[in-house]
């Protein structure tokens, strides 16, 4: 299964069960600044007990590989499992909604957009550049992270929120970052 229809199967998947989702990570920052190889799917969900069987039954092997335990683990503590295509070996990375005010904003923030011919919930780019910036830092200066916020600044940077993004950058503690894309930015 190629990577657009695993990304195709995992927002059916989700919406069929009433899921809410926002798709985010190196994809995102693909699809809004310039693209690159990344074997990841990372989602944000809205997932509950009750639906881990849900997602556990519909990835299922021989094609799937998924710890059904690991999936209610991360659903207590409110943390992320993974799933992994044992064909293609794509790895879909899910992250719990947290009561976090920054997971709160961007997954209230999400849009719709059309990716590979699917409408699909996705973080806006101003929230993919300050994830990308806190990845960064969290990672002791991810060259990588940083570039993905770069690029994705620039390509986007007429049709940011500068407000939103300098009050985030403030309260995440990434402001160094964030002034070092503006001064980086072509």
Same mark, same amino acid.
Request: aromatic share 8%.
């Given at each position: ?57 519909? *990835? ?18 409110? /943390?992320?499992?993974?799933?992994? /295509? ?7 990375? *899910? ?9 709160? /904003?961007? *997954? ?7 990716? *590979? ?11 993919? +550049? ?11 200066? /991810? ?30 503690? +990434? ?12």
């Amino acid at each position: 299964m190629s990577q657009q229809e695993l990304l195709k199967k995992v927002v059916r998947v989700l919406e069929d069960a009433r899921i809410d989702y926002m798709l985010t990570g190196s994809l995102v920052s693909s699809l809004q600044g310039e693209p690159r190889l990344t074997h990841d799917i990372d989602v944000v969900v809205a997932l509950q007990k009750t639906d881990a069987r849900k997602v556990v039954e519909a *990835f299922s092997a021989p094609d799937f590989y998924v710890d059904e335990k690991s999936v209610v683990d991360a659903i207590e503590r409110r /943390s992320q499992f993974n799933i992994l /295509s044992v064909e293609g070996g794509d790895k879909i990375d *899910f992250w719990l909604l947290t009561d976090d005010p920054f997971d709160l /904003s961007r *997954f209230a923030r999400k849009q719709n957009e059309e990716v *590979f011919g699917t409408q699909i919930k996705v973080s806006r780019p101003e929230d993919t +550049i300050l994830v990308k910036l806190r990845w960064a830092k969290l990672s002791g200066g /991810s060259e990588k992270q940083f570039g993905d916020a770069l690029r994705v600044y620039e390509v986007q940077k007429g049709d940011l929120d500068l407000d939103y993004l300098n009050s985030w950058a403030a309260r995440l503690d +990434i402001e160094s970052l964030w002034r070092r894309i503006q001064k980086e930015a072509v």
